[in-house]
Structure formats: structure tokens, C-alpha cells
Nanobody, 114 residues
């Protein structure tokens, strides 16, 4: 079945960086657009970034533009999220998923705090 395994989260100071990874299985990865989402405590899950499967066109939420970069490695069935200049408001659990959505993985926690 379709699976997503996110990793790379942690505790980082404001201004710091993290690189998240999401290893996928159970579908032909290169055929699907992939996205990163995040959910902060008490808030709804929101779309952070998206990358298409063929031309790898990307788009981002306004709140992360210029700071986050989504990329993918089709040979490794993996999607990445490079996060720079992290701020406390980026604190959330981060999830990846494909389009159309499948069941969610466990996510990876990102905490930005001094």
C-alpha cells in the first residue's frame, strides 16, 4: 500500500535550517505531484509546497516563499524540503503526501525556539 515516511525534523533556533526527507512506497513516484504540508497545534493542516512529477514545477505558500525549497529524487522515490531562516511560526508537524491525497504518514516534528 501507499506509504510515506517523513524524517529530518528537530529543534532549531530561529534563523536555523533543517532538511526534511520523505521516502515513499507503493506507487509509481515519478507519475505524481508531491507536496509538503504542516499542522501546528490547534490549527488546520496547511499546504506548504508542491512539486510536479514531470516538469518538477514548484509552488509555495506565501509564508515560506524564499525560505523553503521543495525538491525530489525520482530514482529514490523521495521528496525533500529544505527549510532556511526558520522562525517560531514554522513550528509544526510536517507531512508529505501525493496528489490525489493518500493516507497520512506519522509526520516529523519541527520546533523553532530560542
Amino acid at each position: 500500500q501507499v506509504q510515506f515516511v517523513e524524517s529530518g525534523g528537530g529543534l532549531v533556533q530561529p534563523g536555523g535550517s533543517l532538511r526534511l526527507s520523505c521516502v515513499t512506497s507503493g506507487f509509481t513516484f515519478r507519475h505524481y505531484a508531491m507536496s509538503w504540508y504542516r499542522q501546528a497545534p490547534g490549527k488546520e493542516r496547511e499546504l506548504v509546497a508542491n512539486i510536479e512529477g514531470t516538469d518538477e514545477f514548484t509552488n509555495y505558500a506565501d509564508s515560506v516563499k524564499g525560505r523553503f525549497t521543495i525538491s525530489r529524487h525520482n530514482g529514490w522515490n523521495t521528496v525533500y524540503l529544505q527549510m532556511n531562516n526558520l522562525q517560531p511560526e514554522d513550528t509544526a508537524t510536517y507531512y508529505c503526501n501525493r496528489r490525489p491525497l493518500e493516507n497520512w504518514g506519522q509526520g516529523t516534528q519541527v520546533t523553532v525556539s530560542a
